[in-house]
């Protein structure tokens, strides 16, 4: 069975500093990674994926993963984080076959100025 | 535009009734997907739908019931069988995991069901 494991509830950041949000999975396979974002009383909307090819992927907004296979590891980041960027963030996976996405439990994420 | 609309965004119901929640999708994707979202546990999968006329249960299915009479539409009906509906519902569609695609889900805005 595939799982998305995101480690904290919470993250803080200031402005401007960098920001790094964690995502672990499990699933047998090769893995589908992505991440999204959701603002309060709205869908969730898409920021970047991971199917194959390099490890650091760049997505929306300057938002950027990078896939650790070894580790099983799918973190968020951005170099410098902005107040606009204070939402529901939420990691999800899916192996190659013909399966849906499961999420992990989300993460808030504060930027401070 | 191509999007996804759930209807409607807020909803109340007394104890005991059905409600039914709208999902309409016109990004011409085979696939479309209920989900159901409670503080501090992400998405949980309620139904979903590969193809016309074909549903299978997600994890949390019991009380819930879906129909996929066309492409286009999805409702999910929350009957008084569900025992702690209050909930935000989240409908989502996306292209068929073939052919190498990726599965993406794009979601629409949502809909607040509160039981009185």
């Known amino acids: 069975a595939q799982s998305v494991a995101q480690p904290e509830d919470q993250v803080n950041v200031a402005e401007g500093n960098p920001l790094t949000v964690k995502c672990t999975y499990s699933v047998s396979g090769n893995p589908y990674l992505f991440w999204y974002v959701q603002y309060p009383n709205r869908g969730l909307q898409f920021l970047l994926k991971?199917?194959?090819?390099?490890?650091l992927v760049k997505g929306s907004y300057g938002f950027e993963a990078e896939f650790n296979k070894s580790q099983t590891s799918f973190h968020l980041k951005k170099p410098s984080a902005l107040v606009s960027d204070s939402a529901l963030y939420f990691c999800a996976v899916r192996d190659g076959g013909n399966t849906p996405l499961v999420f992990g439990k989300g993460t808030r994420l504060s930027v401070i100025a | 535009d191509g999007g996804i609309t759930q209807s409607p965004k807020y909803l109340f119901r007394k104890e005991g009734q059905n409600v039914t929640l709208s999902c309409e999708q016109n990004?011409?994707?085979?696939?479309m997907y209920w989900y159901r979202q409670d503080p501090g546990q992400g998405l949980r999968l309620i139904y979903y739908?590969?193809?016309?006329?074909?549903?299978q249960k997600g994890d949390i299915a019991e009380g819930y019931s879906v129909s996929r009479e066309k492409k286009e539409s999805f409702p999910l009906t929350v009957t008084s069988a569900q025992k702690n509906p209050t909930a935000f519902y989240l409908c989502a569609s996306s292209s068929p995991y073939t052919g190498g695609n990726t599965g993406e889900l794009f979601f629409g805005e949502g809909s607040r069901l509160t039981v009185l």
């Open positions: 990004l011409n994707h085979d696939a």
């Open positions: 991971y199917i194959t090819g390099d490890n």
């Open positions: 739908s590969q193809i016309v006329n074909d549903f």
